[in-house]
């Protein structure tokens, strides 16, 4: 295969991949793995409606990333301005579970604040949600860094969030570029990548590295971390948490997104991560098919996401005429709808036992 055709696998499977993650992830999320366990069962297929799944901001912003990154053409000022005009109007369009600092900063941007001071001071895991597409699609580290970075101030400021979506971004990248994995070539990027002030976040994947080659599943990584009761959303527990998932299944998507939603918490979160990782690794054909068949998406379809993994392969190979796939706003708010009854649904379910 040559380097075109691997980049563009790489960021269809990222893109799919991280939709797939998330969609699976959904019912799970915020659940103990204990209680998931209980009230839904193994993650090995859709629980969110009626053996489909649905997929949330995870996948949302990655593929509004995605087209941003089409219409900067290199350029991160632009690309900063194409992603604070889509973050706006996604957040008027009702998107339901978006976390608190996005959603402050979205509405930062309503009133009039630069896409430069919308963020909030935040660790939370949106930028690293999010940061797997640049590692997939990018072939320079200066540049993947500037663009991570865009994306993540742009809601969150806090220089952790930063670090965290450093680490997802450039082992999307490793993913992409490597067949086998070298986990200590990664980590030196890392290290490189977010210098002295990142000292926490490398410890942390250090301890990550030292479990997997120990042996240890990511439920025992998580649980030695105090996360017994799930992985939260701050990005210092979901990111060493993911990578570990990752470092243990480089190449089994199957395997490596089950283990990260087994572990509870923040499933849809750490799974797209994980499943965006992965994805770019293994491409469309690594994940499973049926898991593939099963998303139930409109209008952001599984065909819709492949043909802007196309588009932003495209336009990365020079072609400046490539356009990024729209879709119809009337379209996303009538979704978003549908899919908060179905989120209020599962929230009504989960007041009813099993509660452990």
Not at 182 to 205: F, K, Q, R, S, T
Not at 282 to 298: A, Q, R, S, Y
Not at 321 to 342: D, Q
Request: charged share 20%.
């Amino acid at each position: 295969m040559d380097r075109r055709q691997s980049r563009r696998e790489a960021i269809v499977g990222c893109i799919l991949g991280t939709a797939v993650g998330d969609a699976l992830g959904l019912p799970y999320e915020g659940l103990s793995p204990k209680r998931s366990a209980r009230l839904l069962g193994p993650p090995d297929r859709y629980r969110f409606f009626f053996r489909r799944g649905m997929v949330s901001d995870d996948t949302e912003h990655t593929c509004m990333v995605a087209q941003s990154l089409i219409d900067a053409g290199g350029d991160v000022p632009k690309f900063t301005r194409a992603f604070a005009r889509r973050l706006r109007w996604w957040i008027l369009a009702l998107p339901a579970g978006v976390g608190k600092a996005t959603a402050r900063s979205g509405i930062k941007l309503w009133f009039g604040a630069s896409p430069e001071k919308a963020g909030v001071f935040s660790a939370g895991n949106g930028p690293a949600m999010r940061a797997a597409i640049f590692g997939a699609s990018l072939d320079d580290v200066p540049s993947i860094l500037n663009f991570v970075r865009a994306s993540s101030r742009l809601t969150h400021s806090d220089p952790k969030a930063d670090y965290g979506a450093f680490a997802v971004a450039l082992a999307a990248k490793h993913s992409r570029d490597h067949a086998a994995v070298d986990a200590n070539l990664w980590l030196d990027e890392v290290v490189d990548a977010v210098g002295e002030g990142g000292a926490e976040l490398i410890d942390l994947l250090r301890q990550a590295i030292r479990s997997v080659d120990a042996g240890e599943t990511t439920r025992t990584f998580a649980n030695s971390l105090g996360l017994e009761r799930g992985v939260t959303g701050y990005t210092y527990h979901t990111v060493p948490v993911a990578i570990h998932t990752w470092l243990s299944s480089p190449n089994d998507f199957r395997k490596a997104v089950t283990s990260i939603i087994e572990s509870g918490g923040d499933a849809d979160t750490t799974a797209a991560i994980v499943g965006g990782i992965v994805g770019a690794g293994v491409g469309t054909e690594g994940i499973p098919h049926e898991w593939l068949d099963g998303i139930w998406e409109w209008p952001r379809s599984v065909p819709w996401m492949q043909r802007l993994g196309e588009a932003l392969a495209d336009s990365l190979e020079g072609d400046r005429s490539m356009k990024s796939p729209t879709v119809n706003p009337i379209a996303v708010l009538l979704r978003n709808l549908l899919f908060l009854f179905i989120v209020l649904f599962h929230g009504f379910r989960r007041l009813a036992p099993p509660y452990v």
